[in-house]
């Protein structure tokens, strides 16, 4: 049963309620459309805090923050949008923050949403991440925004951000936890299409360190310039050697090549803090992964919102896949869920692309040629 309570009274009185969750936008965001004299019966006002469950499991915790009628010869609707708590850390900008070294990932976080006034818990579902060293800390710019300083440090240690129904923030390596519901299209999959898009991705990456105390200088031109990556290092190298002792920096760069694309296409990118050439090699190498991984997504659409057992349809989990007409059979990682409820039925639409998109695995999963649970074990939201 899909729920909607706003100020802890449920709220019935809607034409169509949605609920996106992704993994490449942080904060789940809810979106309800009711007609005028709906809203009349439940008068709903910004800042209200609104509650989604999908048979008792939290699927969306915020609040109210926009209310839009539409009015026209026939017609008199309301469009009502909100966002999770969790929305807060992508929209507030930071003053003075503090962290000391050796500190993990989940106090980066802590601080600060701490700092901003939040009560949400950290975990984490990321096994051996290392604590940043004091060469590692990058203070806060005056009024940086707040995920975005974030996300700076979980870039480095290659995690994301998640946010649960109830806002709190899970740090997680995207490689999605393997479900036992397989998706299977003319059994629980209604509809599909799938998508090819190498716009963004490119042959070369080349990830160009901030400066480490080393000697020379930042960012070297004959460094970039030289194209060979073992003769850059001897450059690198050579300018360590000739300055040893030098207080003044010298850039590191990692590279990871693209063999699909075309040799013209090279991007160029600054770690988010200073890494030497593993660090960086590492960082280009995730780069080239989201991106590989990313061109091809696969779209579905299922109805109801829960499989067998009332497991709610959730993203970053793995799922075996079986499209004939779109050839696809294999396992591959929802990245987003768009839940929907109204007057004419209850349905999810996926998003789902290759396993390895948020990993720094590149290697192609072995396919299964029978899923572990039939397709009809999916059912509709009562």
């Known amino acids: 049963m899909f729920t909607i309570q706003v100020n802890n009274q449920d709220f019935t009185q809607f034409t169509s309620a949605n609920v996106n969750v992704s993994m490449d936008n942080f904060g789940r965001t809810l979106t309800l459309t009711c007609t005028q004299d709906q809203l009349n019966a439940f008068p709903i006002k910004i ?162 360190s901030q400066a480490n105390p080393i000697g020379g200088q930042a960012i070297d031109a004959d460094i970039t310039a030289e194209p060979d990556l073992v003769k850059r290092q001897a450059i690198i190298k050579q300018k360590a050697e000739a300055n040893e002792g030098d207080e003044t920096t010298v850039a590191t760069q990692g590279e990871a090549i693209d063999a699909e694309i075309r040799p013209t296409r090279i991007l160029y990118l600054e770690a988010e803090n200073p890494s030497d050439l593993a660090e960086c090699t590492k960082r280009a190498q995730w780069e080239l992964n989201v991106r590989k991984a990313r061109s091809r997504s696969y779209n579905c659409s299922l109805q109801g919102h829960t499989f067998a057992q009332g497991v709610p349809v959730d993203y970053n989990k793995l799922h075996q896949i079986v499209d004939g007409v779109a050839g696809i059979n294999d396992i591959m990682l929802v990245s987003q869920v768009d839940y929907s409820e109204s007057t004419q039925g209850t349905g999810v639409a996926l998003t789902m692309v290759d396993r390895n998109s948020y990993s720094l695995q590149n290697e192609k999963p072995v396919k299964q040629a029978k899923t572990s649970t039939e397709g009809d074990d999916f059912i509709g939201a009562s």
Do not use: C, W
């Open 47 to 208: 800042k209200e805090k609104v509650t989604i469950k999908i048979d008792g499991v939290s699927l969306l915790t915020g609040f109210i923050e926009k209310i839009a009628p539409t009015v026209s010869e026939n017609d008199h609707t309301v469009g009502i949008t909100g966002r999770s708590v969790a929305a807060d850390l992508v929209d507030s900008t930071l003053n003075n923050i503090t962290l000391n070294a050796p500190i993990t990932m989940e106090d980066v976080v802590r601080t600060v949403i701490t700092s901003l006034g939040l009560t949400l818990t950290v975990t984490t579902n990321v096994v051996g991440l290392e604590p940043f060293n004091a060469t590692e800390i990058v203070k806060a710019k005056p009024a940086q925004n707040a995920f975005e300083f974030i996300e700076q440090y979980a870039r480095k240690r290659q995690v994301i951000l998640l946010d649960d129904g109830d806002g709190n923030i899970i740090l997680a390596n995207g490689s999605g936890i393997t479900s036992p519901y397989g998706l299977i299209l003319g059994q629980n999959i209604l509809s599909s299409n799938t998508s090819y898009d190498y716009s963004d991705r490119f042959y070369k990456y080349i990830v160009l």
